[in-house]
C-alpha cells in the first residue's frame, strides 16, 4: 500500500535562518551595504512505537534516517551615487554550505561547496524617461564531496543589458540577461531507493546549467484601468533535469528552449 507507506514514520525538524543587515554612508554619493546570514534544515525520521506486527509483515520500513543542511553566507556592496545621472553597484556574495544527508551516496561524507560572486550594476539616465541598465557578475563555486573524490569547480560570467522608458503612464522595456546555476549537492551525489524500488541518482559528471533570456514588455496604467503584455524566450544550455530512466538519474538536457507571452489586465 504505498500510500500507507509513511505510515508509521515520524519526524523531529529544525529549521531556522538568522540575519544581520547593515548599512552607513561613507560619504556623499558613497555608502556601504552589509548582510551575514546563517541557515540550518536539519530533520530526523524514525519509526514509532506502536507499529502493529500485522503491519509490519506486509511492509518494510527504513531504519532511521536523518537530513541537515548547514549554510553559512556573506554579502556587501557598495552604491555609488554621486554622478548626476550614473549610479553604480559594485560588491560579492560568498558563501559555505554542508550537507549530511543519508540519502546522499554513502562513499562520499559530508559533501560541501563554497561559492563566490562578484557583480558591478549601473543605471544611466538617457533623459526623457530613458534609461540604460548594464550588470556583469562572475561566479565561482567548488564542490568537494569529500573521502578525497575528485573536487569540482564551476565558472561563469553573466551579462545582463536592458532599455527601458518611463512615465507617469506607461513603461517599456526591452531586455538580454545570461544566467548560470551550478548542480546542487543533490544533482552530483544523491542515491535513494524510493518505497516503490525506484533509484533515483545523482551525477557527478554534471556540467553548470546556463539560459539567455530575452523580454519585450509593455505596461500602461491610469485611472480607470492597468494593462500589460510581455514577450520573453529562454535558450538553455547544458539544462539539469532529473531524467526517468533505470535508474532515474541527473542529467544535462540539451535543445531546451522556453517562450511565451504573459497578459495582465486589471480593472
Same mark, same amino acid.
Given at each position: 500500500?504505498?500510500?500507507?507507506?509513511?505510515?508509521? #514514520?515520524?519526524?523531529? #525538524?529544525?529549521?531556522?535562518?538568522?540575519?544581520?543587515?547593515?548599512?552607513? $554612508?561613507?560619504?556623499?554619493?558613497?555608502?556601504?551595504? *552589509?548582510?551575514i546570514f546563517y541557515n540550518q534544515f536539519?530533520?530526523?525520521?524514525?519509526?514509532? =512505537?506502536?507499529?502493529?506486527?500485522?503491519?509490519?509483515?506486509? *511492509?518494510?520500513?527504513?531504519?532511521?534516517?536523518?537530513?541537515?543542511?548547514?549554510?553559512?553566507?556573506? #554579502?556587501?556592496?557598495?552604491?555609488?551615487?554621486?554622478?548626476?545621472?550614473?549610479?553604480?553597484?559594485?560588491?560579492?556574495?560568498?558563501?559555505?554550505?554542508?550537507?549530511?544527508?543519508?540519502?546522499?551516496?554513502?562513499?562520499?561524507?559530508?559533501?560541501?561547496?563554497?561559492?563566490?560572486?562578484?557583480?558591478?550594476?549601473?543605471?544611466?539616465?538617457?533623459?526623457? &524617461?530613458?534609461?540604460?541598465?548594464?550588470?556583469?557578475?562572475?561566479?565561482? #563555486?567548488? /564542490?568537494?564531496?569529500?573521502?578525497?573524490?575528485?573536487?569540482?569547480?564551476? /565558472? *561563469?560570467?553573466?551579462?545582463?543589458?536592458?532599455?527601458?522608458?518611463?512615465?507617469?503612464?506607461?513603461?517599456?522595456?526591452?531586455?538580454?540577461?545570461?544566467?548560470?546555476?551550478?548542480?546542487?549537492?543533490?544533482?552530483?551525489?544523491?542515491? *535513494? /531507493?524510493?518505497?516503490?524500488?525506484?533509484?533515483?541518482?545523482?551525477? $557527478?559528471?554534471?556540467? $553548470?546549467?546556463?539560459?539567455?533570456?530575452?523580454?519585450?514588455?509593455?505596461?500602461?496604467?491610469? =485611472?480607470?484601468?492597468?494593462?500589460?503584455?510581455?514577450?520573453?524566450?529562454?535558450?538553455?544550455?547544458?539544462?539539469?533535469?532529473?531524467?526517468?530512466?533505470?535508474?532515474?538519474?541527473?542529467?544535462?538536457?540539451?535543445?531546451? =528552449? &522556453?517562450?511565451?507571452?504573459?497578459?495582465?489586465?486589471?480593472?
Open positions: 500500500d504505498l500510500d500507507n507507506s509513511n505510515k508509521y #514514520r515520524r519526524s523531529n #525538524r529544525l529549521s531556522q535562518y538568522v540575519q544581520m543587515k547593515g548599512f552607513y $554612508p561613507i560619504v556623499t554619493g558613497l555608502s556601504m551595504a *552589509h548582510s536539519a530533520t530526523n525520521y524514525s519509526n514509532r =512505537n506502536d507499529i502493529p506486527n500485522n503491519w509490519l509483515e506486509t *511492509h518494510t520500513l527504513d531504519a532511521e534516517t536523518s537530513y541537515e543542511d548547514v549554510n553559512y553566507g556573506l #554579502r556587501s556592496e557598495m552604491i555609488i551615487t554621486r554622478y548626476s545621472r550614473w549610479v553604480f553597484m559594485i560588491g560579492y556574495d560568498m558563501d559555505l554550505s554542508q550537507s549530511d544527508v543519508d540519502l546522499l551516496n554513502k562513499i562520499y561524507e559530508k559533501p560541501s561547496q563554497i561559492t563566490f560572486g562578484s557583480f558591478l550594476q549601473s543605471q544611466y539616465s538617457i533623459g526623457s &524617461g530613458f534609461s540604460f541598465n548594464t550588470g556583469i557578475r562572475y561566479d565561482y #563555486r567548488k /564542490t568537494n564531496p569529500g573521502n578525497n573524490f575528485q573536487k569540482r569547480i564551476y /565558472t *561563469h560570467i553573466s551579462p545582463k543589458l536592458s532599455l527601458s522608458y518611463n512615465n507617469l503612464k506607461e513603461s517599456l522595456s526591452i531586455s538580454y540577461s545570461n544566467g548560470f546555476r551550478a548542480p546542487s549537492i543533490s544533482e552530483l551525489y544523491l542515491k *535513494h /531507493t524510493t518505497t516503490y524500488g525506484l533509484i533515483v541518482a545523482g551525477n $557527478p559528471e554534471l556540467l $553548470p546549467e546556463s539560459v539567455n533570456s530575452f523580454e519585450i514588455s509593455y505596461k500602461n496604467s491610469n =485611472n480607470n484601468y492597468n494593462y500589460g503584455i510581455a514577450l520573453f524566450q529562454n535558450k538553455y544550455v547544458d539544462m539539469i533535469d532529473f531524467v526517468y530512466d533505470l535508474p532515474t538519474r541527473a542529467k544535462n538536457r540539451e535543445g531546451v =528552449n &522556453g517562450s511565451g507571452i504573459e497578459v495582465d489586465l486589471s480593472l
